[in-house]
């Protein structure tokens, strides 16, 4: 699936069609060069899934955790934003207890996955995101 955004209101409406597309696939990995709009990206998704707290960067903090009510079955659950961008080695991710992110129930979205491509589950969201030379963004969704 292949996604141009022309601005910045288009994302919510991105957000609501890739979280239909994904279906149960709570693990999402996020590619795109550095600005290409990622972070901007996962709040608009937080926003849609209703999160109750301010969506940041976890750029310095690795992790950062969220709530948000399911619709359906109106409990809270939590999210996930991880950020490894500042990662050198897939250890280092090991240390911080990535483990646990990609293999529970709750939805967890991955900026600069790349250092941990082998440990990822099979069936991950992969979304990469491309700045275009007119200032849109082209998101593919895999």
């Not at 955004?5 to 550095?34: M, P």
């Not at 941990?116 to 990469?128: D, K, R, Y």
Request: hydrophobic share 40%.
């Amino acid at each position: 699936m292949e996604l141009i955004i022309n601005q910045l209101k288009e994302l919510e409406k991105a957000a609501k069609i890739l979280l239909s597309l994904a279906g149960k696939r709570k693990k999402w990995c996020f590619y795109g060069d550095l600005g290409a709009g990622k972070t901007t990206f996962i709040k608009a998704i937080c926003k849609y899934l209703n999160v109750v707290e301010g969506v940041t960067s976890p750029t310095y903090s690795l992790v950062n955790e969220y709530s948000y009510i399911d619709d359906k079955t109106a409990t809270t659950n939590y999210l996930y934003h991880l950020d490894l961008y500042r990662l050198k080695q897939i250890e280092e991710a090991l240390d911080i207890g990535i483990e646990e992110y990609l293999y529970d129930s709750n939805y967890c979205f991955i900026e600069w996955a790349q250092i941990i491509e082998p440990i990822l589950p099979a069936e991950v969201v992969t979304i990469h995101i491309e700045m275009l030379e007119d200032g849109r963004r082209k998101i593919t969704c895999i």
